[in-house]
């Protein structure tokens, strides 16, 4: 298993926005700036999230993109299905056939590793992230002045 661009740089980006909110809605261009990614691959990376329920968008004049749900809500694991489907240490093949070595080693060990995986990821919430952030950039900022 391994996150693909998409999902690692969608829920680097949804941290920032969310960090940086408020009350105002975000600007993606802002969004890419910060976190130097493309802002035309943050558009379609947050197509999706809009699809999923995550974001809402706000037109006009100072819009942009806000959190569609308060950040303490939204999971790990719902930023990167969103982003990636399913997420799985082993995929396994539609309509093909497991023999008795691969049943065996799908139910001893590549589904508890799905079963813990998918366990931190539903622990893990957007504001968790956005505190883990906002403190280390306090940090930061306290060494730098």
């Known amino acids: 298993m391994k996150l693909s661009t998409r999902g ?3 829920l680097r980006a949804l941290v920032d926005l969310a960090a940086n909110s408020g009350e105002n809605p975000v600007s993606l261009t802002q969004t890419a700036r910060r976190q130097k ?37 939204i999971t790990v694991k719902e930023v990167l299905e969103a982003l990636e489907g399913k997420i799985s240490i082993a995929d396994t093949q539609a309509g093909s056939e497991e023999d008795e ?8 060990l590549w589904d508890e ?25 306090g940090i930061e900022k306290q060494k730098k002045g």
């Open 8 to 10: 690692r740089y969608g």
């Open 37 to 73: 990614l493309s802002l035309n691959y943050l558009e379609q990376v947050f197509a999706s999230l809009r699809r999923a329920g995550l974001v809402s968008t706000v037109k006009g004049a100072g819009g942009g993109y806000a959190l569609a749900r308060d950040m303490e809500e």
């Open 101 to 108: 070595v691969q049943e065996a080693i799908r139910g001893l």
């Open 113 to 137: 590793i799905d079963r813990k995986v998918d366990a931190l990821l539903e622990s893990r919430t957007l504001g968790g992230l956005v505190r883990k952030y906002q403190c280390s950039q």
